[in-house]
């Protein structure tokens, strides 16, 4: 079937659009795995290990994208992506991004 698409002069996208599968989306090689607020366990190609970080973003540093992570301590922690080696999601609690991202104020919620 897809011969036929190639042969009348569709593109890949128009296939796909046609077959009703996801647009594929050649400008980023991001697939936002990542959720900001969503807590993780990160590893590094070092063995270290940084449990229970809230994800935040990404950020530049020197033109290279860093991930971006929160403790529950609201510590920045910033991992290059080519040196870490494993994410495990973990079940999300309220942590210093969740607190943001919902506009509560935690200093007058005690």
């Not at 594929?24 to 590094?44: F, H, K, P, R, V």
Request: with cysteine; proline share 3%.
């Amino acid at each position: 079937m897809s011969e036929y698409w190639l042969e009348e002069g569709y593109s890949m996208d128009e296939f796909y659009r046609e077959m009703g599968e996801q647009e594929m989306n050649n400008n980023s090689y991001d697939e936002n795995i990542l959720i900001a607020g969503c807590q993780y366990t990160i590893g590094t190609n070092d063995g270290k290990e940084f449990k229970k970080v809230s994800y935040v973003g990404q950020k530049q540093l020197n033109g290279k994208p860093m991930m971006v992570f929160k403790t529950m301590e609201d510590k920045q922690v910033s991992i290059n992506p080519s040196f870490h080696s494993f994410i495990v999601e973990e079940e999300t609690e309220m942590n210093p991004v969740a607190y943001e991202q919902s506009g509560w104020n935690r200093s007058n919620n005690g």
